[in-house]
């Protein structure tokens, strides 16, 4: 897409731009210069070696124009704020070894904002096809890559955040041992020494790891069945709504501003809607935004809502 940006779609919560978000961020007086948004949470296109139709750069043009948003993210965020960024893998063309380009962008981006790596994450996905299929179903000569990083990043050491947000459930075991009141205390073969109530307290859930476990192989969701009524195609790499939510809820509270900036099917404005964040989604392609209209059909505003 080329030329003036456009609202394309707005609920109570959010609204949804068909735009490139270099120009939307950079251009736009309701941005512009404006640090609202408490956490910008996306996926750009991951850096392939093959060009895809959803845009992917390459080489040190995918990390000079990754770089180039670092400047412009800060522009838009609160001191306290979040960056947390998707970044898949990749792999030397022609060649059964991967590709370090992705770190190198993102080293590249987090100097020239001036960011700080709160924490590395990674997402399993265990429902994952093997690939790259030459070298793992064809010559056998590498297992399947089954998971993307994901990097939380700031400007400040402090940003907003709190885990008890995003407590799981106890263990079995741990359940038992509450309820039983007392466990085995005293130095372990770590040489870490537990004292006698260290793990008696009810926290009302388990602190999760940096490790999230989720599949996206859903084949009937509102925003696949909308694509399909309409004859649409869907965005070949959504993320998954708990992982979206996930980091929402550990860095934002509701009525903070989220931002996607390479929004594609919207997964991030879903679920900021469903939690209660106000949201903000770019997407230059107009079939990618026309299909995520899907996950918003009921709380769409009409043009006069919007006047």
Known sequence: MSGPSQEAFRTQLGVSYRGFAEEILSKEPGFRGRRKASLILTSPPFPLNRKKEYGNQRGQEYVDWLKSFAPVFRSVLRPDGSIVIEMGN????????????????????????????????????????????????????????????????????????????????????????????????????????????????????????????????????DYLKYCRSRGLKPHPARMPLDVAEFFIKLLTVPGDIVLDPFAGSNTTGAAAERLGRRWVAIEPLAEYVEGSRGRFLPLLMSSSDTA
């Not at 792999?91 to 987090?110: C, D, H, I, K, N």
């Not at 402090?158 to 005293?186: D, F, H, I």
């Not at 073969?189 to 388990?206: C, M, Q, T, V, Y």
């Open 90 to 221: 990749s792999w030397e063309p022609g060649r059964p070894v991967m590709s370090t380009l992705a770190l190198r962008a993102l080293l590249s981006f987090q100097d020239e904002g001036q960011l700080n790596l709160c924490q590395q994450f990674v997402w399993y996905n265990n429902a994952k096809l093997p690939t790259p299929a030459q070298w793992v179903t064809v010559e056998r000569i590498r297992v399947k890559d089954a998971f993307t990083h994901i990097w939380w990043l700031s400007p400040s050491d402090r940003p907003k955040a709190n885990n008890r947000r995003v407590l799981t459930e106890y263990s079995k075991s741990m359940k038992q041992l509450l309820a039983r009141g007392r466990y085995n205390s005293g130095p372990r073969p770590s040489e870490h020494r537990i004292g006698p109530r260290s793990f008696l307290k009810d926290n009302k859930g388990a602190i999760p790891s940096n490790v999230i476990s989720s599949s996206n192989t859903s084949s009937n969701t």
